[in-house]
């Protein structure tokens, strides 16, 4: 059975980081394409960043040079660097995974993430 | 960035009716259009991938349809589990983008 399991969210403030875990059981990092998704009651679903099988990376916009995705093969995890935070980065951000680009078949639970002094 | 736009945003419907949602993108993304399901507390599930291609598990009431920058999701006998948020998606051009949702609430 495939599982996603967030954690590394919490209250933090403007300026400062957090890192993002993902814990993926069930189905391999390197063999799927694994991305970040966040969901505010102001901005709806919001793609953060994908990391393909092959190593590319992307970035939404409103993220790139601040966030970074990366993973540990060894360890079968997902990570998301966050750095430079916003008010605008509270969200609930979900760990995401799919055999193929573009779609997302499985999802992880969600680890809240609060920016404010 | 290629923008979603859904519509109606609210969608008020008894059990049994057949319900169609639809889901404009502000230029083609060919076929590359994803549709998703969000009940409260839960994460996004796919229902609809390719535009027309179901996802694993999902019933045969759901079923896409579309290309270019028109697509529409219908569920032909709504139950209710269905009552929920969906959600577009386009996968054709980065950023990858998501409508705004349409809720599908009880009449």
């Known amino acids: 059975e495939v599982d996603l399991v967030e954690s590394g969210g919490g209250l933090v403030q403007p300026g400062g980081s957090l890192r993002l875990s993902c814990a993926a059981s069930?189905?391999?990092?390197?063999?799927?394409?694994m991305s970040w998704v966040r969901q505010s009651p102001g901005k709806g679903l919001e793609w953060v960043s994908v990391f393909y099988r092959d190593g590319d990376t992307y970035y939404a916009n409103s993220v790139k040079g601040r966030f970074t995705i990366y993973r540990d093969n060894s360890k079968n995890t997902l990570f998301l660097q966050m750095n430079s935070l916003t008010a605008e980065d509270t969200a609930l951000y979900y760990c995401?995974?799919?055999?193929?680009?573009?779609?997302?078949?499985?999802w992880g639970r969600g680890t809240l993430v609060t920016v404010s002094s | 960035e290629i923008v979603m736009t859904e519509s109606p945003p609210t969608l008020s419907v008894s059990p049994g009716e057949r319900v169609t949602l639809s889901c404009r993108a502000s230029?083609?993304?060919?076929?590359?259009l994803a549709w998703y399901q969000q009940k409260a507390g839960q994460a996004p599930r796919l229902l609809i991938y390719g535009a027309f291609h179901r996802a694993s598990g999902v019933p045969t009431r759901f079923s896409g349809s579309g290309s270019g920058t028109d697509f529409t999701l219908t569920i032909s006998s709504l139950q209710s589990e269905d009552f929920a948020v969906y959600y577009c998606?386009?996968?054709?051009?980065?950023?990858?983008?998501f409508g705004q949702g349409t809720k599908v609430d009880i009449k």
């Open positions: 230029q083609s993304v060919s076929i590359d």
């Open positions: 998606q386009q996968y054709n051009n980065w950023p990858w983008t």
């Open positions: 069930g189905l391999s990092v390197s063999e799927t394409y």
């Open positions: 995401a995974g799919d055999s193929a680009a573009g779609r997302i078949f499985r």
